[in-house]
């Protein structure tokens, strides 16, 4: 059933390693980020941080139909 996905789920499994923001240079923005006279509520650090919240606020419709095609969802087909 979940066949035609394989690669997608191992794909998705390892995206976070790939290009990966390094611990020194998180900390260092995070420090930085923490001796601001005005400390931010929130601080987005790492590589593609600010991606998810972005297409998070899409219209739902749109958000699933993004989020099937990058999973390979709408490869599956009930039968």
Known sequence: VYAPV???VKERAIAS???PT???EFSQKLVDALFLKTIPKV???GRQSTQLPLVAA???DQFD???SKAFGLNKLVKK
Request: charged share 20%; proline share 6%.
């Open 22 to 24: 390094t611990a020194e």
């Open 6 to 8: 394989a690669g997608y």
């Open 58 to 60: 899409l219209p739902v």
């Open 65 to 67: 139909r993004l989020m």
């Open 17 to 19: 390693q790939k290009n």
């Open 43 to 45: 601080i987005r650090l």
